[in-house]
């Protein structure tokens, strides 16, 4: 189960890979919790009136035929109103997905999760430092309560039979094929598309410990034909998405990359893993905290905890827990890293 924000997240990110692993036979559901209705009209030639007035009808059905392109077996869509981009009027619709109670998208997700009983669930990184877009915020904020709760019978009795998925994982929008991108435009003599800001941040995902390669060799196609499914979103022009030629990002990037952000131990533990160590959300832990939405901050610390995800909020996480694990040593965390390396369900 992938969760995206919007019409087209499912394209820019992690796409060949959802690709490859329908090929593979697994069933593949895309949960998009929006409806895009803000989304600008980046195309020029798809910019017409009657496109600006039946936006969201449009964005729904350009949805629907990039999921086709990617291979999911199911779209699922949560039906909340795109709430804009940071600082505009958007924001403030009552009706915008950042403006419904947290409890209540955790609690359409958990329902979801317990319908189709994922093994994996995708999603976004806390990225309030360097993409704020209230929606993706929200999804990563909704996540991670949904997968700690779902396997919890005495959470959301009315959304069906529990079931714990066994990872969470973030989507990155690859900072390793970014910087490797940068370099092929400036061989090419082109001005590269990303700048300091985009640099700084791959660079900052390279960096981290937990992440994953995920081999897509094959399938690097798919997400520029998946993107170009979003006719009034994308420019065929960009050259962002479309600067380097397929065969060129085949050589260099043939991989998505994840960060490990949650797996459930032998003993039916939740382990959260930080960049150099990894401890356990016990269960008691996990429930109380649904309500007051747990937070994730993913700052590194200092000194011995540096890296380590810390969780605020009412009694989310017990630093006293016993079972905390070192996944830069010879702990499970360290052991699931290493086989989840190039398949998510390894
Ligand atoms: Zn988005």
Redesign the pocket.
Known sequence: MVI???P??ESSKGSATVARYHDEGVYTILVCCTGGEEGDILNPAANSPGVRENIATIRHEELHNAAGVIGYDEVVHLGYRDSGMPDSPANHHPEAFANVPLEAVVSKLVAEIRRTRPQVIITYPDERNHYP?P??IRVHDASLPAFNAAGDPSLYPDAGKPWQPSRLFYVLFSGGRILEMHEQFLLAGKQSPFDKRWLERAASWSAKKSIIRIDVTGYTHIRRKALLAHATQIDPQSPFWFGLPDDVIDKIAPYDEYELARYVDGTGKIIIVGDHSAKALSRSDATSGVGTAPTVDSAPGTGTTTGIDTVTGAGAISDTSDTVQDAAGTGSSAAILASVQNDLFG
Request: glycine letters at 0%; charged letters at 40%.
């Open positions: 995206h924000a919007h087209d997240d877009h929606d993706h």
